[in-house]
């Protein structure tokens, strides 16, 4: 059985090559993308198992989008074939400073936001697992998919499965008013949350003079046990600083910093998540902390949302072995 089991959705992503504008291309690159599945295909890079949870559209692309998840190593047992709804898509503008990248979603209706309490034998799925990672985006996708997130919880905690959740607010899917009631009912449930200090101000009203205290607000209001937030400086578009932050139990650890040369930044706080869990799953905030950073910097080298990376590249990072060609 896997160590991490995933829900959420994967879209086809659509990118015009070169720069292009979308009004101007004649042709479009092909990946997928989601931000559970990105997270659960890290920890598979990083030795661990991992099994997501979803629904499909029968058809040529959900079988498209199943492939390549089997392609990663990420387990595809417990996703459902659906006849009702579709696959999401979205499109994405790669830009160049001063011209930021952009996003176009068309997702409505996917099968996954189709899905309802009931619809998973969740006790089944969560049999041997260690941890459970969702993200607000999975809960921002309907009605019934956030019964979905909420029922997999309790199943989870039921199971003594730990919970990692992503906050992720997407303002394109969800008002801030019913993000900020749903989270409110699934955070209570979380172990360990991924949330920007935006984020928690925006949804929350919660502020703090640095991290370390907004995430004390965060365990304050809502009980999780360790808070994780990305660190990034964006001089450019094209290259950032990049480092991850934690807190838990009245501490507050930081990783390595990062100088990233960006090829694709999408995904990259997913593989952050990977290396949290990863380190989480050993009982090592720090560690998790100090995987996560390296993954997530990495992750901007990879075109895609996927993060086709070794262990050993992640560990050559953080040991800063530099960028010597390897022979």
Known sequence: MPDIVAFGEVMVRLAPPHFQRLEQARSLDLEI???????????????????????????????????????????????????????????????????????????????????????????????????????????????????????????????????????????????????????????????????????????FGITGADFTEVAEGLVEKFGVSTVVGTRREASLVWRNRFAAVGYSAGQTYESAWYEVEIVDRLGAGDALAAGLIHGLIDGDLKKGLDYGAAMGALKHTVPGDLPWLTKDEVEAAMQGQGLRIKR
């Open 33 to 203: 993308g989601g931000a559970e599945l990105n997270t659960a295909a890290g920890l598979v890079r990083l030795g661990r198992s991992a099994a997501w949870v979803s629904r499909l559209p029968d058809n040529a692309l959900g079988k498209l989008v199943a492939n390549r998840v089997r392609e990663i190593g990420v387990s595809d047992q417990f996703v459902q074939f659906a006849e009702d709804g579709r696959c999401g898509l979205y499109f994405l503008e790669f830009g160049a400073s001063p011209r930021a990248s952009s996003i176009l979603y068309d997702r409505k209706d996917s099968s996954v936001a189709r899905a309802h309490r009931g619809m998973f034998d969740w006790s089944a799925i969560f049999r041997g697992a260690k941890w459970f990672h969702v993200s607000g985006i999975a809960a921002a996708l309907s009605p019934g998919a956030a019964e979905v997130v909420d029922e997999a919880m309790h199943a989870a905690r039921d199971a003594g499965v730990k919970v990692c959740m992503d906050l992720n607010y997407r303002s394109k899917l969800w008002a801030k008013d019913h993000a900020a009631e749903v989270m409110g009912i699934l955070l209570p449930q979380v172990d360990a949350l991924i949330a920007s200090e935006a984020d928690a101000e925006h949804l």
